[in-house]
């Protein structure tokens, strides 16, 4: 792996950078940027049981219009239902995992546009299956299914906001240092 500098750049001014710049990865923290986002909207998911009645309404309202919230469909807490289903926790909580596979992938995947929605249409296809699967009667998913293909659509749809994110850190770091120039 190549480390880089650019020639403009004093020993200081690269030791105050909180990455190195490596070839082939936009420097950055977008994927800490990405993490905690995804954190945050998983840790919000999972708040209702612990929150007092009204406040627990306004949360379950914000999650109403992306999850159907069906109660034997979603996971409970000392009895309480959490903000969403099953489903769409595993891909709440996936987004995070996928912000640290980024980092440990240094932003490794395929960016051809063509081939990164090929990817997502294949990451939906296991919720898909087992979602159909489950309305035809072929068999009955359960929750450790729908968490699991809620995940991989998570884990890929996850890194796609990853790549979006170190992409938009990366150009606001630009951007501050030639308006700093």
Known sequence: MEVLSSSSETHDEMANHSELKVKGFPGG?????????????????????????????????????????????????AGVQLAVCHRCIGIYYAFPVAAVLFRVARGAWPSKTHFASLLFFISVLPAGIDWLGDLLGWWVNTPESRVVTGSILGITAGYFFTKAMQEIVSDLRSNNRSKST
């Open 29 to 77: 923290s977008g994927w800490a940027v990405a993490f905690v986002i995804g954190l945050s909207i998983a840790g919000l998911a999972t708040l209702p049981p612990i929150l007092p009645v009204a406040a627990r309404e306004i949360v379950m309202n914000l999650f109403s219009s992306v999850c159907h919230q069906l109660p034997n469909r979603s996971p409970h807490l």
